[in-house]
């Protein structure tokens, strides 16, 4: 009995120390602007050049309320810098959180009048695939959608994670 519990709670340990470090891998914060945040007279298409970007990543958008918003657009109308169409998501905040929940082109443009042609405005691709995967960042072309390679590899292992938690929960639960 006393083993099994020791047993189980080794087992508990390892399974919450396999969740934590997946999500370290999944998740990164990135500050649109970095410190500058979401302004006018900033290079947002150097910024959006630095980073690679993957699914499970969050952009942050901060700047004052009011003074500016953010809208995920299409690509003409990133490139047009005309809101009138193309316009998919508005986010006015002041401190917004986009996340990046699938793979593909990402294409945002500040609406008050006039920020979009002075530099507010960028485009990013996300990777599909976890970090080390490759591709992703600025407005390099996505990489290949390989049926899934790393990222079929990625969901895989999260799956394996829940089963053992399950098993786990179970055998804890039997030697109560
Ligand atoms: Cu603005």
Redesign the pocket.
């Known amino acids: 009995m006393d083993s099994n519990l020791t047993l189980c709670h080794t087992l508990s340990a390892i399974f919450l120390l396999c969740l934590l470090a997946q999500r370290h891998v999944q998740a990164t914060e990135y500050m649109v602007g970095d410190d500058l945040g979401w302004d006018?007279g900033n290079n947002y298409l150097l910024w959006s050049q630095k980073y690679k970007f993957s699914v499970g990543d969050v952009l942050v958008f901060k700047y004052e309320e009011g003074?500016?918003?953010v809208c995920q657009v299409r690509e003409e109308t990133y490139r047009s810098c005309d809101p009138t169409s193309g316009i998919t998501k508005i986010y006015n905040s002041g401190n917004d959180q986009v996340n990046l929940t699938e793979g593909g082109k990402y294409w945002f443009i500040?609406n008050?009048t006039g920020?979009c042609q002075g530099g507010?405005k960028f485009g990013i691709s996300v990777a599909s695939a976890s970090p080390n995967g490759g591709g992703g960042g600025g407005l390099a072309p996505p990489p290949e959608e390989q049926g899934g390679g790393a990222a079929g590899e990625a969901v895989g292992r999260g799956r394996v994670g829940w089963v053992l938690g399950l098993a786990i929960g179970g055998l804890c639960l039997l030697s109560y």
């Open positions: 006018t003074q500016h918003d500040c008050i920020h507010m």
